[in-house]
C-alpha cells in the first residue's frame, strides 16, 4: 500500500484514546504511549511503602513483583554494604536518591544517625580550671562541621552513653549532658565491646549504595506509575461480544482488524488482564 | 578466601560483607532486581512479565559486559597506542 494512502487512513482514524480500534492497535505496537490517568490515594499509598499503590489499584501481581524489586534492591544494599550504605550526612547525595524508597529510608537513616554513630568527643583533662572529662561546646557539636559531630566508629572504639560538659555561648555556660560518645574499646582489662557497626569502605560499599540508590530511583518510576496509572484496554468489555457470537451463529462475521474481530477481543484481553 | 572467624562474626544488615574480591558479580542480582521492579509496571502484559524480566536482564548485563569491554580496550590497546 502506498504510504500517502497509510498517511490518509491514519488522518481518518478516530482520536479518542478510549476508541477499542484504537487500543486494539496499541496493544499490538507497545511502543505507542497509551493514556494516563490521575490516581492520587494510589500514588500517596506507593509514597508510603514500595508496591502498595499499585495494591490499592487492584494490580496485586503488578504491586507484589514491584515490592520485591525495590525492596530486594534496598535490603540487598544493606545487607551487602551494612546499614552505612543509608547515611544522610555523610552520603547525602546518594541519600537524596535514596529518599524515593520511602519511609523505610528515612527510617533505615534515623537509626543509624540516632542508634548507632557517636559524638567524638575526646577526654581531656586542663591542666589551668581542673577540668577533667569529656569536654566540648555547642560549636564543636554542630552536626555539619563541628569537629565532634556524630561518626561512624572506628573498629577500636565502642559506643557509650556517657555525662558530657558542654560549654554554650561565648560566656561558656557550663552544663551536663548525657550523649552517645565513641570511647576506646581497649582497656587496662582487655578490649572490651566493638562497634555497633561496621564502616563500609572500598567496593562493596560503593556497590551496597548503588543498590540502594536504584531501588530509590525504580521506585520513583513505581510511584509515578500508580499516580498516573495507564490507562489498559480491559477484558471486561471484550466478553459480552464473543459471547454474542457465540449464541448468534447466523451473525455476519466480522472484517479482520474491527472491534467485533474475535482475535482483536483476545488482544485486549492480554493487554489488561492482571491479578 | 573469607576469614571464618571474620564470616562467623558477620552481623548482617550491620556490618558490611566481605566480597571486596567478587564484587563484580554483585552486578547480576541488581540487574535482575531492576529489571523485575521496572518491568512491574512497564509490561503492557503481566502474563509475559518473566519472560520480559530475563531478557532485559540479559540487556543489561551484556551492555555492562559491552562497557568493560569497551574500556579494556580503550586503556590497553587505544591509549597506549596514541599516548
Request: with cysteine; glycine share 10%.
Amino acid at each position: 500500500m502506498p504510504p500517502v494512502v497509510l498517511a490518509m487512513r491514519s488522518l481518518e482514524r478516530p482520536r479518542d484514546p478510549t476508541d477499542p480500534a484504537r487500543m486494539s492497535e496499541q496493544t499490538r505496537q507497545p511502543h505507542q504511549h497509551l493514556p494516563h490517568g490521575l490516581d492520587v490515594p494510589a500514588g500517596v499509598c506507593a509514597m508510603l511503602f514500595p508496591g502498595l499503590g499499585h495494591f490499592v489499584r487492584g494490580e496485586p501481581r503488578r504491586a507484589i513483583y514491584a515490592a520485591i524489586g525495590v525492596l530486594g534492591m534496598f535490603l540487598g544494599g544493606m545487607l551487602i554494604g551494612g546499614i552505612d550504605t543509608i547515611d544522610s550526612r555523610e552520603d547525602k547525595w546518594w541519600f537524596y536518591g535514596q529518599a524515593f524508597v520511602g519511609p523505610l529510608a528515612f527510617g533505615a537513616d534515623w537509626y543509624h544517625q540516632h542508634q548507632l554513630k557517636a559524638y567524638g568527643i575526646p577526654y581531656v583533662r586542663n591542666e589551668n580550671t581542673g577540668d577533667e572529662g569529656y569536654l566540648t561546646s555547642d560549636r564543636e557539636l554542630d552536626p555539619v562541621r563541628g569537629p565532634h559531630r556524630p561518626r561512624s566508629l572506628y573498629p577500636h572504639e565502642r559506643r557509650e552513653m556517657v555525662e558530657v560538659t558542654v560549654f554554650r555561648g561565648p560566656g561558656g555556660k557550663r552544663e551536663t549532658r548525657t550523649l552517645p560518645v565513641a570511647v576506646p574499646a581497649n582497656t587496662d582489662a582487655g578490649e572490651v565491646g566493638a562497634p555497633p557497626n561496621g564502616k563500609g569502605i572500598a567496593k562493596v560499599n560503593e556497590i551496597g549504595t548503588l543498590y540502594a540508590l536504584c531501588a530509590g530511583m525504580l521506585n520513583l518510576i513505581v510511584i509515578l506509575d500508580a499516580l498516573f496509572p495507564t490507562i489498559r484496554p480491559k477484558a471486561k468489555k471484550a466478553a459480552p461480544r464473543a459471547s454474542a457470537d457465540r449464541d448468534n451463529p447466523a451473525q455476519p462475521k466480522p472484517a479482520p482488524g474491527s472491534p467485533g474481530d474475535p482475535r482483536v477481543a483476545a488482544g485486549e484481553k492480554e493487554g489488561g488482564a492482571d491479578a | 578466601m573469607p576469614d571464618p572467624v571474620a564470616v562467623l562474626a558477620w552481623r548482617p544488615f550491620l556490618d558490611p560483607i566481605d566480597l571486596h574480591d567478587a564484587w563484580f558479580w554483585l552486578l547480576i542480582p541488581l540487574a535482575l532486581l531492576i529489571a523485575i521492579a521496572y518491568k512491574a509496571v512497564r509490561v503492557p502484559d503481566i502474563a509475559n512479565f518473566w519472560r520480559q524480566t530475563l531478557l532485559f536482564s540479559a540487556q543489561i548485563i551484556l551492555g555492562i559486559v559491552g562497557l568493560f569491554a569497551a574500556a579494556l580496550v580503550t586503556l590497553n590497546v587505544i591509549l597506549p597506542f596514541w599516548v
